[in-house]
């Protein structure tokens, strides 16, 4: 199942009324890449009738079923990579380059 954290939320809340989009779903699309990583679209989307969906204290999350394993167990994050530059990220346990973020802490350690 696809996890969103309050950040993602709230930014897709915000994204949907700034960009005139209230009341249309957000749509999320992956690709597995050669490297093994995938990538990820997202955008606002009338639902289709064959949609997985999802929803979340008001948001709706829909994709088409062939994404559904690669997004399984994901987590959505909106967070500030530098100062200043926000974005959507995906935490994804399916992407061959992902880090657990408790595997990621213990990397640094010699």
Do not use: C, H, W
Request: glycine share 10%.
């Amino acid at each position: 199942m696809l996890k969103l954290t309050d950040a993602a939320l709230k930014q897709v809340r915000i994204a949907a009324r700034q960009g005139g989009a209230e009341g249309l779903a957000l749509r999320l699309a992956a690709k597995r890449q050669a490297d093994g990583s995938i990538s990820y679209l997202i955008g606002f989307d009338e639902p289709g009738r064959d949609d997985f969906k999802v929803e979340k204290e008001g948001v709706t999350v829909v994709m088409e079923p062939e994404y559904v394993n690669l997004l399984d167990g994901s987590v959505m994050d909106y967070v500030e990579m530098e100062p200043g530059d926000f974005r959507f990220i995906f935490l994804n346990p399916n992407d061959e380059t992902y880090v657990a973020p408790e595997d990621a802490a213990t990397e640094g350690r010699a």
